[in-house]
């Protein structure tokens, strides 16, 4: 039989799992830097935009039209001033500090990482097909936008991520979550985070460079 002058206590614990650890960027006084980028990229479509060099022309990528270097290329590895900058002060930085935050102080230590980087150059009606970067190893993704429309209105031309729990949207998370960049601004994400390129006219070109971020080089040794 009930009693009513029992006392009913609970204790509560409230997690919040599965997080998605995202972080933007953004550098001033990189413009130099960014015109000698862009015109390597700019150089590099010229002599390769009809060829198989242009990873667009496999059908193997999700970038859907314009220049996209080709796979078998580390764009980091370019033996160019700029693009050893771009490597040394700004991309290798930001993941050093990203993997801090999002795998920890003690793991992000044991770590040495080594990032494979790509560009892409897309122009008036490009646009990227929902993709993710399930590549063996990655352990987190991101770009460089070295240089962004500025004559487009959102969502055009944005990167627009999406939520990784459908059942979440009943409960007034949102569907996705849109990034809108500007010259300068480094996005770094989990490599599993989908996410697509809405397409977008405009008179000026989309450059980016884009990378995967491994936990040491090919062929190197991890010491857990």
């Known amino acids: 039989m009930n009693n009513p002058r029992e006392t009913v206590t609970y204790q509560d614990e409230i997690e919040v799992h599965v997080p998605t650890t995202v972080m933007q960027r953004d550098h001033q006084g990189l413009e130099a830097l ?19 060099q242009n990873e667009v022309n496999n059908n193997t990528v999700s970038t859907k ?27 290798y930085p930001a993941v050093r500090d ?3 935050q999002h795998l920890g102080e003690e793991a992000s230590a044991q770590i040495d990482p080594w990032v494979n980087a790509w560009s892409n150059l897309l122009e008036t009606g490009h646009w990227q097909a929902p993709h993710c970067h399930p590549s063996h190893g990655t352990i987190a993704s991101g770009c460089y936008y070295v ?21 979440s949207w009943h409960h007034g998370f949102p569907f996705s979550r849109r990034i809108e960049p500007v010259a300068g601004k480094l996005v770094l ?17 989309r450059c980016i460079v884009a990378f995967d971020v491994l936990p040491t080089s090919p062929g190197g040794q991890l010491m857990f």
Do not use: C
């Open 65 to 91: 039209g314009g220049f996209q270097t080709a796979t078998r290329m580390n764009f980091l590895d370019i033996q160019h001033p700029a693009v050893q900058r771009l490597k040394d002060q700004v991309i």
């Open 147 to 167: 240089q962004y429309p500025e004559d487009i209105q959102p969502p055009a031309g944005n990167i627009e991520f999406i939520n990784p729990i459908p059942e």
């Open 34 to 52: 960014n015109t000698d980028i862009l015109a390597l990229v700019r150089k590099l479509a010229n002599r390769y935009r009809d060829t198989d």
């Open 189 to 205: 994400f989990p490599p599993w985070y989908v996410h697509y390129v809405h397409p977008f006219v405009s008179s000026q070109a």
């Open 98 to 100: 990203y993997l801090r």
